[in-house]
């Protein structure tokens, strides 16, 4: 008995002190956040202080979090919330202004919030990827336009995912509205319905897409919807030749931003700007492109040899209106749902 | 006066609990459905009813329910004709495993099927095998068929126990008497054993039924949103879409129909317990070679069924993608880099998970214990109304419940939602049902002439509850704590809602690393489900174990 009083009480004592620790910064962001160790631990020794990551899940679930938390806060800043997603966060209210002085460098274009309550971090284009080899085998031509995809030639063939869980799946959507549009007689939804009887496979989230489906990671599925900035990991270290290649031709991908903001209720609200100007910063720009697959928005960061070489930024990605995605974002998932899903 | 006061002072405290955690947040439901508060009104219902899709939920909800209920019962059916019939080994332990479908979490069951029958599972890979194929010949993962089989794993103990035990208790003349008439074969089933058990097969039908019913970390696991039921929907609708006003309309829909569920199950619960007969064992030893064979049968579609699984797991978390056996999956909880997808180490998770499943069981246990030695003690209106009160909870899912306190408990006076100690205040009303069926019929069977003939010769109230109820009822105490702790353990659906990423719990834990694919989390959620199994067959084993005699049929 006295044994297990012991172990409970060590076991309390341990759930105790996890909850208070000296000075520590907590960053929210999404599953796919990464960066260097070296260069957060640099960041933990300029400021001394202890950098926790939390990861909530993907970017949608990310901000729901984050937004019914927004009286007791997850943490101090919060990394990850994209164009698409943005107006859930900011309705909320849930980030305190700041203007970086590091946004001298950053192109006038990124920064949709003109209040200032979230500050751009990266981009990325959503794209379709495909398994080279696959097509060369097969003797296919790539798909030249959103609309061949749901061709015989392309049955079976393409993994996506759904827009209301997954952000880059959201992406894709947003670029078949821009496409397709949402009245007249053929319209997004329309096409959907027709990918879907096509046999093209919806997934919750791009890892399971990606990962759990791609041909080149040994999946059955030779199309996926992924990054512009997605061929340069698959580059063999032998051969220096990409197994895979993104399509980029005009009206098929998407842009997303991805912003950082500084969480209302937070305690450190310096140490959070601080941060806000070190994810601006040369060190992490020039580190996010092969750490998060997308480009930096900063300008003038030399790219990574393997990034400058496979990835490739879309010429004309579909276009949809930020304040009409603000609008409409969530009837168009909803209409989404109702039509596609099941 | 005071004897009064203290009487209804206490009962004030599990009523004031309810009151705030479990009414409040439903009512804040129905405002928020109806659209009491803002201008939508029924628009919600309308679209329930209207769109294909959420149509398609409720119906397939219905569904799958359905099925799983035809299956369970069809499998539990002739396992009981053998159950009855033959006298076996393992027959007690087997009926026992009932229990095991009430402290086996969601999470688990569902990745040992995946590791079992999934397309890479153990049961591919060998017949593969055998077979010379390189297309695995079960395919089952991301099928309905796989939610079914789980359900089936979940079920069936209980329908078997719920048909063999009636079945003990109908007196064998009749089918003597209709054998010696000339009835034999199929007519024997359809005109004399099936209308003789009716009762117990409606009974067992709806249970599982409601049971299938609300199914939520199975089918949200296997399924994905592809196979939504009603209860998925409702997580899906309001964590996910952020869709608040369409998951209050779904929780709605689904209040109603488990309340009539419930209902139903209530009365024929009552036809059950008047319809006993005189009994006599009619089982005996197998001698013949068709008696051995389907003894032989059942005992195996048993193991498959409910061992197979569970040790599926076990081999495979020491052993998953690794060469030979090895503990790094289990060494790998105890670490977390910061690249991890989890916020702290696992290992804090399983801390975290037991200090909420303490405060669980006390929670639980004493406001359970004081509801129902109120509701055994006092009889009368106010103890019936305080019956029913305490057993509401039981008709709501764990997830209408965690949607709920995402509702109710937001704005001022009670601003809790961030708060901590909302996960064991859900766990509680969660187990609360489990703790009040296990005490109540416990203090119900103690002989009221040993407390009468107390009351005659001076002792008071607490003098009786002191020496002589509580040193009768003590294990069922014991039984309902288990029950709770283990309940909080593997609490699933109601966490999702309340639960924060920075205290995670073991289920959750284990959710969140089976989400991507990624060997090594997969191989750390397996060696997480084998801890989280042990503990509780742990619980189970110390349940049978205190149970009173007699009342291996309750629950």
Same mark, same amino acid.
């Given at each position: 008995?006295?044994?297990?009083?012991?172990?409970?009480?060590?076991?309390?004592?341990?759930?105790?002190?996890?909850?208070?620790?000296?000075?520590?910064?907590?960053?929210?962001?999404?599953?796919?956040?990464?960066?260097?160790?070296?260069?957060?631990? %640099?960041?933990?020794?300029?400021?001394?202080?202890?950098?926790?990551? *939390?990861?909530?899940?993907?970017?949608?679930?990310?901000?729901?979090? $984050?937004?019914?938390?927004?009286? /007791?806060?997850?943490?101090?800043?919060?990394?990850?919330?994209?164009?698409?997603?943005?107006?859930?966060?900011?309705?909320?209210?849930?980030?305190?202004? !700041?203007?970086?002085?590091?946004?001298?460098?950053?192109?006038?274009?990124?920064?949709?919030?003109?209040?200032?309550?979230?500050? =751009?971090?990266?981009?990325?284009?959503?794209?379709?990827? #495909?398994?080279?080899?696959?097509?060369? &085998?097969?003797?296919?031509?790539?798909?030249?336009?959103?609309?061949?995809?749901?061709?015989?030639?392309?049955?079976?063939?393409?993994?996506?995912?759904?827009?209301?869980?997954?952000?880059?799946?959201?992406?894709?959507?947003?670029?078949?509205?821009?496409?397709?549009?949402?009245?007249?007689?053929?319209?997004?939804?329309?096409?959907?319905?027709?990918?879907?009887?096509?046999?093209?496979?919806?997934?919750?989230?791009?890892?399971?897409?990606?990962?759990?489906?791609?041909?080149?990671?040994?999946?059955?599925?030779?199309?996926?919807?992924?990054?512009?900035?997605?061929?340069?990991?698959?580059?063999?270290?032998?051969?220096?030749? %990409?197994?895979?290649?993104?399509?980029?031709?005009?009206?098929?991908?998407?842009?997303?931003?991805?912003?950082?903001?500084?969480?209302?209720?937070?305690?450190? &609200?310096?140490?959070?700007?601080?941060?806000?100007?070190?994810?601006?910063?040369?060190?992490?720009?020039?580190?996010?492109?092969?750490?998060?697959?997308?480009?930096?928005?900063?300008?003038?960061?030399?790219?990574?040899?393997?990034?400058?070489?496979?990835?490739?930024?879309?010429?004309?990605?579909?276009?949809?209106?930020?304040?009409?995605?603000?609008?409409?974002?969530?009837?168009?998932?909803?209409?989404?749902?109702?039509?596609?899903?099941? | 006066? +005071?004897?009064? %006061?203290?009487?209804?002072?206490?009962?004030?405290? =599990?009523?004031?609990?309810?009151?705030?955690?479990?009414? !409040?947040?439903?009512?804040?439901?129905?405002?928020?459905?109806?659209?009491?508060?803002?201008?939508?009104?029924?628009?919600?219902?309308?679209? @329930?009813?209207?769109?294909? #899709?959420?149509?398609?939920?409720?119906?397939?909800?219905?569904?799958?329910?359905?099925?799983?209920?035809?299956?369970?019962?069809?499998?539990?059916?002739?396992?009981? !004709?053998?159950?009855?019939?033959?006298?076996?080994?393992?027959?007690?332990?087997?009926?026992?495993?009932?229990?095991?479908?009430?402290?086996?979490?969601?999470?688990?069951?569902?990745?040992?099927?995946?590791?079992?029958?999934?397309?890479?599972?153990?049961?591919?890979?060998?017949?593969?095998?055998?077979?010379?194929?390189? $297309?695995?010949?079960?395919?089952?993962?991301?099928?309905?068929?796989?939610?079914?089989?789980?359900?089936?794993?979940?079920?069936?103990?209980?329908?078997?126990?719920?048909?063999?035990?009636?079945?003990?208790?109908?007196?064998?003349?009749?089918?003597?008497?209709?054998?010696?008439?000339?009835?034999?074969?199929?007519?024997?089933?359809?005109?004399?054993?099936?209308?003789?058990?009716?009762?117990?097969?409606?009974?067992?039908?709806?249970?599982?039924?409601?049971?299938?019913?609300?199914?939520?970390?199975?089918?949200?696991?296997?399924?994905?949103? +592809?196979?939504?039921?009603?209860?998925?929907?409702?997580?899906?609708?309001?964590?996910?879409?952020?869709?608040?006003?369409?998951?209050?309309?779904?929780?709605?829909?689904?209040?109603?129909?488990?309340?009539?569920?419930? %209902?139903? #199950?209530?009365?024929?619960?009552?036809?059950?317990?008047?319809?006993?007969?005189?009994?006599?064992?009619?089982? +005996?030893?197998?001698?013949?070679?068709?008696?051995?064979?389907?003894?032989?049968?059942?005992?195996?579609?048993?193991?498959?069924?409910?061992?197979?699984?569970?040790?599926?797991?076990?081999?495979?978390?020491?052993?998953?993608?690794?060469?030979?056996?090895?503990?790094?999956? #289990?060494?790998?909880?105890?670490?977390?880099?910061?690249?991890?997808?989890?916020?702290? =180490?696992?290992?804090?998770?399983?801390? /975290?998970?037991?200090?909420?499943?303490?405060?669980?069981?006390?929670?639980?246990?004493?406001?359970?214990?004081?509801?129902?030695?109120?509701?055994?003690?006092?009889?009368?209106?106010?103890?019936?109304?305080?019956?029913?009160?305490?057993?509401?909870?039981?008709?709501?899912?764990?997830?209408? *419940?965690?949607?709920?306190?995402?509702?109710?408990?937001?704005?001022?006076?009670?601003?809790? +939602?961030?708060?901590?100690?909302?996960?064991?205040?859900?766990?509680?009303?969660?187990?609360?049902?489990?703790?009040?069926?296990?005490?109540?019929?416990?203090?119900?069977?103690?002989?009221?002439?040993? @407390?009468?003939?107390?009351?005659?010769?001076?002792?008071?109230?607490?003098?009786?509850?002191?020496?002589?109820?509580?040193?009768?009822?003590?294990?069922?105490?014991?039984?309902?704590?288990?029950?709770?702790?283990?309940?909080?353990?593997?609490?699933?659906?109601?966490?999702?809602?309340?639960?924060?990423?920075?205290?995670?719990?073991?289920?959750? @834990?284990? !959710?969140?690393?089976?989400?991507?694919? /990624?060997?090594?989390?997969?191989?750390?959620?397996?060696?997480?489900?084998?801890?989280?199994?042990?503990?509780?067959?742990?619980?189970?084993?110390?349940?049978?174990?205190?149970?009173?005699?007699?009342?291996?049929?309750?629950?």
């Amino acid at each position: 008995m006295k044994r297990i009083m012991t172990v409970l009480l060590v076991l309390l004592w341990g759930f105790a002190a996890q909850a208070q620790q000296p000075t520590t910064l907590t960053l929210v962001t999404h599953d796919s956040f990464n960066l260097s160790e070296d260069v957060l631990a %640099a960041f933990e020794r300029e400021h001394n202080v202890k950098l926790n990551i *939390l990861r909530a899940g993907d970017t949608g679930r990310m901000v729901t979090q $984050a937004v019914l938390t927004k009286n /007791n806060p997850l943490g101090d800043v919060l990394f990850g919330v994209d164009n698409t997603f943005l107006s859930r966060a900011l309705d909320a209210d849930i980030f305190l202004p !700041y203007a970086s002085p590091e946004l001298a460098f950053v192109d006038e274009a990124f920064v949709l919030d003109k209040a200032q309550r979230v500050t =751009p971090i990266d981009y990325g284009d959503v794209c379709l990827n #495909y398994d080279i080899a696959y097509f060369e &085998e097969a003797g296919l031509v790539l798909p030249t336009s959103l609309a061949d995809l749901i061709l015989p030639d392309y049955r079976g063939l393409l993994v996506a995912m759904n827009p209301a869980t997954s952000s880059p799946g959201l992406a894709f959507m947003l670029a078949t509205v821009g496409v397709f549009g949402t009245e007249g007689d053929y319209t997004y939804l329309d096409f959907w319905r027709d990918l879907l009887a096509n046999d093209a496979l919806i997934v919750d989230d791009w890892e399971t897409a990606y990962f759990g489906n791609f041909t080149a990671v040994g999946g059955t599925y030779p199309l996926v919807v992924s990054y512009a900035s997605s061929p340069p990991f698959t580059v063999d270290e032998t051969t220096g030749v %990409a197994s895979t290649a993104s399509i980029t031709a005009p009206g098929t991908c998407f842009r997303q931003i991805e912003f950082a903001g500084i969480l209302r209720g937070t305690a450190h &609200e310096a140490l959070a700007q601080a941060f806000i100007d070190f994810l601006l910063s040369e060190e992490v720009q020039a580190d996010v492109p092969l750490q998060m697959y997308v480009f930096p928005v900063r300008e003038g960061v030399t790219l990574p040899p393997l990034f400058a070489e496979f990835a490739v930024v879309a010429e004309e990605p579909a276009q949809v209106d930020y304040a009409e995605i603000e609008a409409q974002r969530d009837v168009w998932i909803r209409a989404w749902l109702e039509a596609v899903a099941r | 006066m +005071r004897a009064l %006061a203290l009487r209804y002072g206490l009962l004030l405290i =599990p009523l004031l609990f309810l009151a705030l955690f479990f009414f !409040y947040p439903l009512l804040r439901i129905f405002d928020y459905s109806f659209g009491l508060s803002q201008s939508s009104g029924f628009e919600e219902f309308l679209r @329930v009813a209207t769109t294909p #899709y959420y149509r398609g939920t409720v119906l397939f909800t219905v569904f799958q329910a359905t099925l799983s209920t035809l299956l369970t019962l069809g499998l539990a059916l002739p396992c009981a !004709y053998v159950f009855v019939r033959y006298d076996f080994w393992g027959k007690r332990l087997l009926l026992a495993s009932a229990t095991l479908s009430f402290v086996l979490p969601t999470v688990v069951v569902a990745i040992a099927f995946t590791l079992l029958l999934g397309r890479q599972g153990v049961l591919n890979q060998a017949l593969m095998g055998l077979l010379r194929s390189t $297309a695995p010949p079960i395919q089952l993962e991301r099928t309905l068929g796989m939610i079914l089989v789980v359900h089936v794993f979940y079920n069936f103990a209980i329908a078997l126990r719920v048909i063999v035990s009636y079945w003990l208790n109908v007196s064998p003349h009749l089918e003597e008497a209709a054998r010696l008439l000339g009835v034999s074969g199929w007519r024997l089933w359809w005109q004399v054993r099936l209308p003789l058990l009716r009762p117990a097969l409606v009974s067992a039908g709806l249970l599982v039924f409601t049971f299938t019913f609300t199914s939520f970390g199975v089918v949200l696991i296997l399924g994905g949103v +592809r196979f939504a039921t009603l209860e998925v929907q409702i997580y899906y609708q309001a964590l996910t879409v952020f869709d608040l006003p369409m998951a209050s309309a779904l929780a709605v829909v689904q209040l109603a129909m488990i309340g009539a569920l419930t %209902a139903v #199950y209530t009365r024929t619960q009552r036809r059950l317990a008047l319809d006993w007969r005189a009994a006599r064992d009619v089982a +005996r030893v197998p001698h013949t070679w068709g008696a051995k064979l389907a003894v032989a049968s059942v005992l195996l579609l048993v193991v498959l069924l409910l061992f197979m699984p569970l040790f599926v797991l076990v081999w495979q978390s020491l052993t998953w993608r690794q060469d030979g056996i090895s503990l790094s999956y #289990y060494a790998g909880l105890l670490v977390n880099e910061r690249r991890s997808l989890l916020f702290v =180490p696992p290992v804090v998770a399983i801390g /975290n998970s037991f200090v909420f499943a303490l405060l669980t069981t006390g929670l639980s246990v004493s406001l359970g214990g004081i509801l129902a030695y109120w509701v055994y003690a006092f009889s009368g209106r106010a103890a019936r109304l305080v019956e029913f009160l305490a057993i509401l909870p039981l008709a709501v899912s764990a997830v209408v *419940l965690g949607f709920g306190f995402l509702l109710g408990l937001d704005t001022p006076p009670l601003a809790l +939602r961030t708060w901590w100690g909302l996960v064991p205040i859900a766990h509680t009303l969660v187990a609360l049902p489990l703790v009040l069926r296990v005490l109540l019929p416990a203090l119900r069977r103690l002989p009221p002439s040993w @407390v009468v003939a107390a009351r005659l010769l001076g002792a008071g109230r607490w003098r009786v509850l002191w020496t002589i109820e509580l040193p009768l009822i003590w294990r069922s105490v014991l039984v309902s704590a288990v029950f709770a702790f283990t309940t909080s353990m593997g609490e699933f659906g109601a966490s999702l809602f309340v639960v924060r990423p920075d205290t995670p719990t073991l289920p959750l @834990v284990i !959710y969140r690393l089976i989400s991507q694919p /990624n060997p090594q989390y997969y191989g750390q959620a397996l060696a997480m489900s084998v801890i989280l199994l042990v503990i509780c067959a742990l619980a189970f084993i110390t349940i049978e174990r205190l149970r009173p005699v007699g009342s291996a049929s309750e629950l």
